[in-house]
């Protein structure tokens, strides 16, 4: 099977020609040419662009003909850029997209500022639209990104985080900006109520499951695959759903087990192997596993109000296919 | 002499109560308790609040009457707070405002994803005026700013470093969201252009001014008074003014000498004081003034087109007291 997200890349190609085009000239700085070097690294390294071929999608399915999806396309890719960088100064990472991160090519001061500047670029970038209401839309995404990552900053390590508060965090972390991308182009396609609030749901619904299936991943999938890297957060010391659901069962030796991983941080060998044996015994991974088709179901479902199209039907598609990572 | 500042805030009291209202309101989050933290540390130690007075200033001058302004003022201090944020953890500095800084009590990601919120947080403020050309302002504003950071950072330590490049980095650094801050106190106001473009050239000129005095004051001022902690810039190898000019009237054996310190980094006992004989020998301390001055000038001479207030009165009263502090 062809991924739909290739088909959506496909149909969309010409779109994201133009896009790119954007993104390449906004980055550009002439007074500080550390700018593009930093973005270029991060931009030219090709991340799928997911979130602007929402966007692009979802204006194109209302209908849309103008020129400002483009626009927004672009907007929604320089808010993700923006956060990926400030993301790897905050978790202190060193590889992204299979290759070093900028905090660790350049420093972290560039990293800052730098996703500073590409956050004011995406601003300049909507302003163009000269639509308050998509305004509106990506000020409130971007607050409830900030307010997430802080959540998630504060969560970690507290081996009392409820599931209320991973999907408070992962909502913003993730949900918030798909979310923005699939609702804003309906917005400025004028879709008719019902329509922007089913790309919004849509969007909300499909990044939720993009993340807790992410966090599924982390710890080999539903399979407990363990070909490659895992434990990353176990490392972090990032409670996910697996963990939150395995220490919700845990009886009281378990518990003194994830206090002394997670809370005091004193990680041993072997801890990571007893981890994965308490995820398996309580059957996390596929609890979590079942949440994530939970919210590609409702994903899928939110697209019933709008027009029939070969879109929508990758669209569709799409929440069947993050899910399938999951096994 | 009562500073100007001074009769500005008593003049502007109760819509800058409604200022500090707004901000307390919209520094809160629910969700995440860490960031009222945070902000509360930075915004209640009670900085000048002087770009917020700029606006209300800018928009009562030109007769406003509506409510917006103090949106806007509120979202100009955000814009502030969330860049001393981000330039507190650049510059790896331990106090601001005569208390330990943000990144020094939690850490930088606190200090990062604050900023981050904050500025997220401003931009929803100024959507809700609902002024396009508002929201354009203050994006590019922002833009100016990040790029002017950028700069600064590769442009540290570097001794060939141009007066004109250090135009622009103060430029991003200060004058450009003093400039926005007064520009859209006009046009919140529906200012005639020629105001509104006086506004602008006010703050901008004010802006760069008070930057060239601050920089100035890092070596004593013009008479170099040694009372206070002279020489941070110098130690952060940051070229400044004052030594910029002194480096471009250096003979070979001053030049090898700045080459060490700043660009080196090589700074051994009495060098400090070597730098401000060199600055003494070139006089570049009075040129440095001479150039406040002319900026300070500039910027009384900009409100020359704007209807007689009080309020005129002060801000053009603010042009010579900034310069005042250099002696």
Known sequence: MTKPFEMLSALLADEMQSVNVLIRDRMASKNAPRIPEVTAHLVE??????RPLLTLAAAKICGYEGPYHIHLAATVEFIHTATLLHDDVVDESNMRRGRKTANLLWDNKSSVLVGDYLFSRSFQLMVETG???VLDILANASA?????????LT?????????ETYYKVIRGKTAALFSAATKVG???AD???DQVAALETYGDALGISFQIVDDLLDYGGASQSLGKEIGDDFRERKLTLPTIKAIALANDDERAFWDKVFAKGQQDTGDLERAMELLKKHDTLNATKEAALHWGQKAK?????????????????LTDFVVQRAV
């Open 45 to 50: 390294a090709g991340g799928k662009r997911l």
């Open 131 to 133: 639509r308050l209401e």
């Open 144 to 152: 409830t990104i900030a307010e997430g990552e802080v959540l998630q």
């Open 155 to 163: 969560a970690a390590q507290d081996i009392n985080t409820t599931e």
């Open 186 to 188: 309906g917005v400025i």
């Open 191 to 193: 879709a008719p109520d």
């Open 301 to 317: 479902k939110a697209l019933d109000v709008l027009p029939a199209s070969e879109l929508k039907q990758h669209l569709a598609d």
